[in-house]
């Protein structure tokens, strides 16, 4: 059996200390995948994440301190503007910010072996999200069989593996949450799987990390619960008085074998057009469409008393109208709400995307296949990059590495190679970075690709520039991406389906003299070159680089 990385039994204890039992099927999974190229993290502190952080007058401020090394640690922040408080234990500030600005502070961590100080902006302004948001979304681990036990379990492996330590954040429900209308608000209350939305939104952010949900503004969305719009004003929606729902106020008064179904598996049920399948889908299908009566100000309303902090807004096509009408009930909301767009967004709206939310997605969903992250990462973003920069993000969907499966979560079909491919491809686009896998069962290779602070720094900078590639011809793909401090960030990735050599050419890359060359997965300094560097590159494979002017 493969040894453990000692970060990996960190999280293992602390797991094993949460009430979770993981240790069997780490142990398991770490003999059928390689080690991973990610060297544990070092004993000293180091702080990670992003460079700056921006927040809405008067809307609550939430931001924890991304730190790696041992414990315990403190923290402090210098130059922190009037209205933050820090905990110095934590090293989370909260509070708000009265008057706009830009705020030059430091932010400090403090061990016994030493202390790590980073230069941060917080700025009060009209922008949010001013780096690409990182978190986990519960769709391609659980689909509809999402719960609020399934979340808050989710959270605190989160928490319990360290992954906040490296600038993962957000918490996010997606499509399965939902039940009926009412409250004062008259606005989507949950079903019974989530007793307790406040509270549950309070435990994600009392652990440090912000909380997303899932809405469309259609009349029922695609797992088969209500939407945004009704075709009565009251709020009540006739397939629900009707009583042809399940428990979950779930459309289709199914039987029980096909509605525990969800995500991959439910579709091929419906693929394979039973009966009871197509039954199910016609009325899931026949509320694809929008009702007479909105709710998008009711709905954002509840959401921010129950603490909401991003949401994903799904149906297709997507339309300038109902963006517009969203992005102002969330303004209205009473806190910062990240406003992500779901499905297919068409480009030739790309400019109202810009100006109404802060991320859609480019393309349809993404699954667990070679061909699916060839055609998205690939094909698919060159003709969006013009429209992104800091706080509008192009979204070619979610991270498919771990255990994915829809609602049965399996290892992801993914060969290793190929899941470095996805997450350097990602982090070179300046993507939003969203797991999808099962955090309870992360194996030491998994836990190697999401926690390499030198490559998630990439995805992070301030810049927010997608990389372009250089080599567009060819299975032999060389991109390059400019960063805020003016070095520059290169991916090598052999397409092909054969082991091929592949050349970083300085002319191409727009770089002139000696560089100094960075091997981001290995953080490793390969030397001072000039004119050209040659890798020989695996199937599917990749090497990412920094390179940075010698002297």
């Known amino acids: 059996m493969k040894s453990i990385p000692l970060v990996l039994m960190c999280a293992t204890v602390a797991l094993a200390a949460a009430g979770f039992s993981q240790t069997p099927v780490l142990a398991a999974q770490a003999t059928s995948l390689p080690a991973s190229l990610t060297p544990p993290a070092k004993l000293n502190p180091r702080i990670n994440g992003p460079s700056v952080f921006g927040v809405r007058c008067g809307s609550p401020f939430l931001y924890a301190i991304p730190a790696t090394g041992g414990r315990p640690m403190t923290f402090a922040v210098e130059g922190l503007p009037e209205g933050l408080t820090l905990d110095a234990s934590t ?10 600005g830009t705020n030059a502070v430091t932010l400090v961590a403090k061990n016994d072996k030493g202390e790590a100080r980073k230069s941060f902006l917080i700025v009060s302004g009209e922008k949010i999200a ?63 799987k989530f007793p307790d939305m406040k509270a549950m939104g309070e435990r994600i952010h009392g652990l440090g990390l912000k909380f997303g949900i899932y809405s469309t503004p259609w009349r029922g969305s695609y797992e088969g619960h209500i939407g945004g719009s009704c075709d009565h004003q009251d709020g ?13 106020m779930r459309i289709g008064n199914t039987d029980p074998a096909f509605d525990n179904l969800a ?13 009871l399948g197509a039954e199910v889908m016609a009325k899931r299908k026949s509320n694809w469409t929008f009702g007479a009566y909105p709710f998008d100000s009711q709905d954002a309303r509840q959401w921010g008393e129950w603490g909401v902090d991003y949401l994903k807004y799904d149906w297709n096509p997507i339309d300038v109208p109902h963006v517009e009408a969203m992005n ?15 499905n297919s967004a068409p480009i030739k709206n790309a400019t109202d995307w810009q100006n109404l939310a802060n991320l859609w997605r480019t393309t349809g969903d993404i699954s667990d296949s070679w061909k699916s992250l060839y055609d998205i990462g690939f094909t698919k973003q060159d003709a969006w990059s013009r429209y992104q920069s800091s706080g509008q993000y192009n979204d070619p969907d979610m991270l498919v590495v771990g255990r994915v499966g829809w609602g049965n979560p399996h290892p992801t079909h993914l060969t290793p190679d190929e899941q470095y491919t996805h997450v350097s ?31 998630l720094a990439i995805d992070q900078d301030e810049l927010c520039k997608p990389a372009v590639c250089v080599t567009p011809e060819g299975p032999l793909k060389v991109f390059v991406k400019e960063l ?34 960075r091997d981001l997965w290995r953080q490793k300094d390969l030397g001072i070159l000039e004119k050209s560097y040659t890798a020989e590159i695996p199937v599917h494979g990749v090497m990412m680089l920094r390179i940075t002017p010698a002297g």
């Open 236 to 248: 009540t929606y006739d397939w629900i008085e009707s009583g042809d729902h399940n428990k979950f």
């Open 130 to 192: 001013l780096t690409p948001p990182m978190g986990w979304n519960s769709w391609n681990c659980w689909g509809g069989l999402v719960s609020q036990e399934k979340v808050l379990r989710s959270a605190e492996a989160m928490k319990a593996a360290g992954l906040d330590r490296h600038g993962w954040t957000y918490v996010n429900i997606d499509d399965g949450w939902q039940g009926k209308r009412g409250g004062p608000q008259l606005a989507i209350q949950p079903n019974d």
């Open 425 to 455: 491809l990602w982090c070179l686009l300046s993507a939003p970075l969203l797991l999808g896998c099962d955090l309870e069962h992360l194996d030491p290779f998994t836990l190697g690709l999401i926690t390499n602070d030198e490559v």
């Open 263 to 275: 995500g991959g598996a439910q579709n091929e049920a419906l693929r394979k057009k039973t009966k």
């Open 91 to 100: 090293g989370r500030i909260t509070g708000k910010l009265s008057v706009p």
């Open 328 to 342: 102002k009930s969330l303004r209205g909301a009473g806190r910062d709400i990240v406003f992500s767009l779901s």
């Open 484 to 517: 805020a401090d003016g070095s520059k960030a290169a991916g090598l990735f052999n397409t092909g389906e054969t082991p091929a050599k592949i050349t970083l050419d300085w002319k191409q890359a727009g770089l002139a003299g000696k560089q100094v060359l």
